[in-house]
């Protein structure tokens, strides 16, 4: 039993939930703009189509696992 002051469970994981987003959304942020200027430029160096491919790839990638994990349970 939870004490009377205490949010109940669901309550407290959408906070959770709120919370973690709004930690990360700034990090993945600075990610991006740090990354800019590296997929203005990779693209016309030598192997850089690949690079700049998985580059994205990771951003997706970190990007759908914070929006999934994220999710409320049902």
Do not use: E
Not at 30 to 56: C, E, H, N, S, Y
């Amino acid at each position: 039993m939870l004490p009377a002051w205490l949010p109940s469970p669901r309550t407290l994981g959408a906070l959770q939930r709120v919370l973690l987003v709004a930690l990360l959304t700034p990090a993945v942020l600075i990610a991006l703009a740090a990354a800019v200027p590296a997929l203005a430029v990779m693209p016309f160096l030598p192997g850089g189509t690949d690079r700049t491919v998985k580059l994205l790839a990771a951003h997706t990638r970190y990007l759908s696992t914070l929006l999934t994990s994220s999710r409320p349970a049902p």
